[in-house]
């Protein structure tokens, strides 16, 4: 019952009625004391005042609010426990149909980090990204090829040019992406979390100007996470070795990707992106 109530005016109901019964109680003994001066009147009228109210408060707002606290902490470990469970298995599902290594997960984690953080310093899109909101948008990041599981080995590992029927099969994984993580929402996960993971993965493969897929979004109506997303892993995949081609150097990557700012990329993340430049370059040599 107390955690549906409002702390606040449960607390202000019972200091009122605590107030009024303590005043009560003290018209009833002041009397037994004699004869008393004003000062002597009103310090007695506070002592009896707090000896009954305080251990009032205590027994009806303190120690409830105390176990309100401790099972609504115990409750949000148990939901990030199951997050992190439900995380680690669709990242294990992931991986298992994506050709791309653990390095690439971290990397690709650590560039959206950064072009985010960097966004926000910046005074860009400062009400969406929170500390807490760029902390889940990282641990998401790993999830936005997750509809590869729905393609065909073969066409994911071909090594040669696509046929069109083939490169349609491809377009569709963001979207069987998307749908998983909807069928994974449940009560025990939060909701944030997925609808962040369901916006990389459904829109990461949008274009600035329209041209993407699957939806053909442009502009600003492209969720900033995904636009995020979009640098972050186009630059990890021109800078590493692909079945269908070699590893650019990470100045030829940079070039390409700030030569598409306004088509294929959002202006603002691409200035994030300039300004991060040494940093990108020191996570590839890392990993």
């Known amino acids: 019952m107390f955690s549906k109530s409002n702390p606040v005016k449960r607390l202000n109901l019972v200091l009122i009625v605590s107030i009024c019964i303590g005043e009560a109680l003290v018209m009833f003994a002041l009397p037994s004391f004699g004869d008393l001066s004003n000062g002597v009147t009103v310090v007695l009228d506070i002592t009896l005042l707090t000896l009954i109210t305080i251990p009032l408060v205590n027994w009806t707002v303190t120690i409830p609010m105390k176990k309100y606290i401790h099972d609504l902490e115990f409750a949000k470990h148990k939901i990030l426990v199951r997050e992190n469970q439900m995380l680690a298995a669709l990242n294990s599902l992931a991986a298992a149909k994506d050709n ?17 953080k960097r966004l926000k310093s ?37 090594p040669g040019q696509l046929t069109e029927e083939e490169r349609d099969l491809i377009y569709g994984h963001s979207m069987i992406g998307e749908n998983i993580l909807l069928a994974a929402q449940s009560e025990d996960v939060e909701i944030d979390l997925i609808a962040i993971a369901m916006k990389v993965a459904g829109s990461h493969h949008e274009k600035w100007d329209g041209s993407g897929y699957p ?34 150097t990470i100045e030829e990557a ?34």
């Open 100 to 116: 791309e290594t653990g390095s690439h997960i971290i990397r690709t984690q650590q560039y959206v980090e950064l072009l985010a």
């Open 122 to 158: 910046m005074g860009h899109h400062a009400d969406t990204l929170s500390d807490d909101h760029i902390e889940k948008l990282v641990k998401v990041a790993p999830l936005h090829d997750l509809g590869k599981v729905g393609i065909p080995d073969h066409i994911l590992k071909k």
């Open 215 to 248: 939806r053909k979004l442009q502009g600003d109506t492209i969720p900033i996470e995904a636009r995020i997303m979009t640098v972050a892993d186009v630059f990890d995949a021109l800078v590493s070795d692909r079945p269908y081609k070699k590893a650019w």
């Open 254 to 287: 940079y070039i390409e990707i700030v030569s598409k700012s306004g088509t294929s990329f959002d202006p603002i993340v691409i200035e994030a992106f300039i300004a991060e430049r040494q940093n990108f370059e020191e996570i590839v040599k890392r990993h």
